[in-house]
């Protein structure tokens, strides 16, 4: 593909192309990458009632996360260190927020050194076999899918459907049990990292639900 397109494509989705990522300091990157990483998370925060009516402590509480995921992307970006600071994500929202999960925490993570793999990022690219799976709805369908069970609200396997517990309230067994779950299943397969897998199954699941989208309008239509 042109380079010029995909750089459309990377300043539409993170505000910077390839050559703004070769010169830009790291901070102003990792920021971009979590802003977008954020959008997709923020969505599933329910912040206390003092919080949500005054912008300025939802502005403080994305900067300690922007920090948090700074200092994660710092260090050695092992398991232990991935828990480490999920947790501490998880610490800093009790100040902001109703209830926050670990599931969150690992959606702010994951995505943003998603981002950094797809944007060439030299640290990220080395421990790419190290990155974890970025929980969303549409992982927990392929997932499902691809013959892994997911818990339903309570708390018992099944497959993944509309009484899924939603992967915005998993807590840290359930996420390590579903990342260990996908090493085991793609060992032997054409995927050799976990990421690997996630980029195609991620897309799959998009196209179906469009297709169903599509399917339902037409039926509607039809009638």
């Known amino acids: 593909m042109d380079n010029k397109v995909i750089d459309f494509f990377m300043f539409g989705?993170?505000?910077l192309t390839s050559?703004?990522?070769e010169s830009m300091e790291k901070s102003i990157i990792i920021e971009k990458c979590f802003n977008r990483a954020y959008l997709d998370m923020n969505r599933t925060i329910?912040?206390?009632k003092e919080v949500k009516e005054v912008n300025s402590s939802k502005q403080k509480f994305k900067k300690e996360l922007l920090k948090t995921v700074q200092d994660f992307y710092d260090s050695d970006l092992n398991n232990f260190e991935h828990e480490k600071y999920c947790k501490k994500i998880c610490e800093s929202a009790e100040k902001y927020t109703e209830e926050f999960y670990y599931g969150q925490a690992q959606k702010i993570l994951n995505m943003t050194l998603k981002y950094m793999l797809l944007i060439g990022d030299e640290k990220i690219n080395k421990i790419k076999a190290k990155l974890h799976v970025p929980v969303d709805s549409y992982i927990m369908e392929a997932a499902s899918d691809y013959g892994?069970?997911?818990l339903n609200k309570s708390?018992?396997?099944s497959k993944f459907n509309s009484?899924?517990?939603?992967?915005?309230k998993w807590d840290y067994g359930i996420y390590d049990s579903f990342q260990k779950s996908i090493i085991d299943k793609i060992k032997g397969t054409e995927y050799h990292t976990r990421i690997d897998w996630e980029l195609e199954a991620w897309i799959k699941i998009a196209k179906k639900r469009k297709e169903q989208e599509e399917q339902k309008k037409n039926n509607q239509n039809n009638t």
């Open 155 to 157: 708390r018992k396997e």
């Open 13 to 15: 989705c993170l505000g």
């Open 46 to 48: 329910k912040f206390k």
């Open 148 to 150: 892994i069970s997911i």
């Open 163 to 168: 009484n899924s517990l939603p992967w915005s």
């Open 19 to 21: 050559k703004d990522a």
